[in-house]
């Protein structure tokens, strides 16, 4: 019942188009209802009179019945195309909707969570969803509507024959709720299948040039038929449930022709039902039988909504760790001095601590570099600045202002990041390098890419800024992609600069080239850097030595070679 409470305030924005679908569900359920008992007046009034009656009748009859079906016409074909775009309006509000909450999800949510099956949830999840939005609601009122007019008119023909009747439609009723909860299980299995399979592909296709670099297709090949072999034995659970609901609910619709026959026929012994009556009972039994077979599609349309609305909810009741307080205030007029205060930190599922204690100063435009063995938590230390996860214990300020009392765009936006591992945007050069300011001009572009010695090689390429990169810059180099992404922070203009171990998968002469680039940026900035090279941090205003979960040494380059601790084995390597 919350799931389905849930659901209904997505109508809400539709809720004219909502109810008039509804009118013109019933008037098509109403036409179809109409006719056997006009069909049954006239056998037992008109057509009883002379030939020349029924003649005159038959024509305003006949224009009262095209009225009656040109209305069906109309309304059948707004159930259609309105109804049905009711459904995709929901499907395209929800889909928006959830992608706007996987962007406001903090990076612990992408940590346990694999992005296979948050795209299954985004896309064919809510495609069943907008079926059901749509369908759901108007085969249920059509059917209940011609399933109480049906029963209506037969007790009103014989009630004796409507009683057992009932009674058949009882059971069913039982029957079919038992095998609804095995149906809703086996759908919700189903999901999480396809998940695992949409994830398996994922991440195939996204390492395709690593599996065929290793040869190793018949190992994918393996991974990706193990999930869909278990999607099988999901799908194979669910059809076996679904197969008893529909042959069980076919076998009562059997039965009532059944008892119909057999206790109408008793009752037309016994002189307590006409055989004309019998007949159109039957007319009315398929009228009846109609909607319950709507029923029956619809109770798997159901479960498949709403399974896949129960995994949205699931995201959407997912509060993101990280967000704005209340009174959280602009950072504005930025010198960009760091300070971290007795810093600590672990991840939320894990009481290991990764950092314990820390605190630096950073006077506005100076610059440190962190160096320290991997996991020693260099990484964590430039996370924890722009709030990608929030500190344990302790504070970091920027500005004497603790950022957690921050706007978080304002916050981010005061800080460029440059990583080792570039991502490139699928789309033009132009496209990636005005990520980090959208809106720039083509001159404030090039003045970027100039500062990032990339605007000669992109004026040199046949299409200059309007080449396409390619899913995640393929038709780059590295070196290529650590320029470009170092132009996107120029057009940015940060006042705090993270340099997160920026060269360390490039070439010697890649490196010396970017290097230049990066001690451009880093002019008149806070920087942070990450250091896998000693050689790029030599003229760092401070250099820390990260190891056991905090600040082992400090000190300029040669202060720390004077000490001959950790760093001075670092530099000897």
Request: aromatic share 10%; proline share 3%.
């Amino acid at each position: 019942m919350y799931t389905l409470k849930k659901f209904i305030q997505y109508y809400a924005p539709y809720k004219g188009v909502f109810f008039l679908d509804l009118v013109c569900a019933a008037a098509i359920s109403v036409v179809d209802l109409a006719f056997p008992q006009i069909l049954r007046t006239m056998t037992k009034t008109l057509f009883r009179e002379s030939p020349e009656k029924i003649l005159n009748a038959l024509l305003p009859i006949g224009l009262l019945l095209l009225l009656m079906y040109a209305l069906q016409l109309g309304c059948k074909y707004y159930v259609s195309y309105q109804g049905h775009m009711m459904g995709a309006r929901m499907e395209r509000d929800m889909r928006q909707e959830l992608f706007e909450h996987y962007e406001k999800l903090s990076f612990s949510y992408y940590d346990q969570n694999n992005s296979g099956q948050m795209m299954s949830k985004l896309v064919s999840d809510l495609f069943d969803i907008s079926e059901f939005a749509h369908h759901g609601p108007e085969n249920l009122f059509i059917s209940l509507i011609k399933i109480v007019g049906s029963f209506v008119f037969l007790f009103m023909i014989n009630w004796r024959l409507a009683i057992p009747l009932l009674i058949v439609v009882g059971i069913m009723i039982l029957f079919s709720y038992g095998q609804n909860r095995k149906m809703q299980e086996t759908f919700m299995d189903n999901r999480r299948k396809i998940g695992d399979v949409n994830a398996s592909l994922q991440d195939t296709l996204a390492g395709i040039r690593v599996v065929q670099s290793f040869a190793n297709e018949s190992i994918e090949k393996e991974k990706f038929q193990e999930s869909n072999e278990r999607f099988l034995l999901s799908k194979d659970a669910n059809y076996h449930c679904m197969g008893r609901f529909m042959s069980g609910n076919l076998f009562f619709q059997g039965i009532m022709y059944l008892v119909t026959l057999i206790f109408g026929g008793w009752l037309i012994a016994h002189g307590k039902m006409q055989a004309a009556d019998l007949a159109m009972y039957a007319l009315y039994i398929g009228i009846f039988i109609s909607p319950i077979q709507i029923l029956v599609e619809l109770t798997e349309m159901m479960q498949k909504g709403l399974s896949g609305f129960h995994r949205f909810l699931d995201v959407m009741e997912t509060d993101p760790e990280i967000v704005d307080k209340p009174d959280a205030e602009e950072l504005q007029n930025i010198k960009g001095h760091v300070r971290y205060e007795d810093v600590s930190f672990h991840y939320s599922d894990d009481e290991v601590p990764v950092l314990s204690h820390v605190s630096f100063d950073i006077p506005a435009g100076k610059s440190i570099a962190l160096v320290g063995p991997s996991g020693s938590g260099k990484t964590t230390i430039c996370s924890l600045l722009p709030r990608f996860y929030d500190v344990t214990d302790g504070k970091i300020t920027i500005d004497g202002k603790d950022i957690k009392d921050l706007k978080l765009t304002s916050l981010r936006n005061a800080i460029g990041l440059v990583q080792q591992d570039v991502y490139m945007f699928y789309g033009t050069i132009r496209d990636n390098i005005a990520y980090g300011k959208p809106g720039a001009t083509q001159s404030e572009i090039e003045e970027a890419a100039k500062k990032a010695n990339i605007h000669a090689f992109i004026m040199d390429l046949p299409e200059g800024y309007d080449t396409f990169v390619g899913e995640r810059g393929t038709r780059l180099s590295g070196g290529q992609k650590q320029r470009i992404s170092i132009a996107r922070v120029f057009l940015k203009d940060p006042a705090i600069l993270i340099l997160d171990e920026a060269t360390s998968a490039l070439d010697n002469e890649s490196e010396r080239k970017i290097q230049k680039s990066l001690e451009e940026l880093a002019k008149n900035r806070t920087t942070i850097t990450i250091a896998h090279r000693l050689s790029t941090i030599r003229n760092a205003d401070e250099i820390m030595v990260v190891a056991d979960n905090g600040i082992a040494e400090r000190g300029s380059h040669d202060e720390l070679i004077e000490k001959e601790g950790i760093y001075a084995h670092y530099n000897e390597i």
